[in-house]
């Protein structure tokens, strides 16, 4: 399986100059744990995530700009690339995204929710009177005998 299969193509972005505090709005309205920095051209200078903005935030009422608060130069993976290396990107780094690179530009993002719904099938639908708990459903497909 390829990075392609399970990435987020043209995900919200922020760039060098904006705002900390504009770049919070976005990472609430998206409900994104982190935002990938781009330049005007479109290519991948840094990432900036939930923490290192409530730090800014908390740090300076009306903080700099992104640039000063995110992770420069980070590790980011091709379309082609096999699913093992954002695993590994993922792990290394501790990282909430891992960017999709093509032709030096961003393409997509991969994060870890992004693998779980794509690996995890469950039948919220089963057959239970009432309504299931996101616990009883996820036991139920974890110990359903495999058919086939």
Do not use: K
């Not at 290519?43 to 290192?52: A, M, Q, S, W």
């Not at 730090?55 to 608060?69: N, Y």
């Not at 420069?72 to 780094?93: Q, S």
């Amino acid at each position: 399986m390829l990075v392609s299969d399970v990435m987020r193509p043209h995900p919200g972005t922020a760039r060098p100059h904006h705002p900390v505090r504009a770049v919070a709005a976005l990472v609430l309205d998206q409900q994104v744990v982190a935002v990938p920095v781009v330049t005007a051209e479109g290519e991948l200078c840094g990432i900036v995530d939930e923490t290192r903005l409530v730090r800014a935030l908390t740090a300076d009422p009306e903080p700099a700009v992104v640039c000063e608060v995110m992770v420069p130069a980070p590790r980011r993976v091709a379309p082609d690339d096999d699913l093992e290396t954002v695993v590994e990107a993922l792990a290394d780094r501790a990282a909430p995204l891992v960017p999709v690179v093509e032709n030096g530009r961003l393409v997509g993002v991969v994060t870890a929710r992004d693998l779980l719904r794509r690996f995890v099938r469950v039948d919220w639908t089963a057959e239970v009177p009432g309504r299931l708990s996101v616990y009883d459903a996820v036991t139920r497909a974890l110990t359903a005998t495999p058919t086939g």
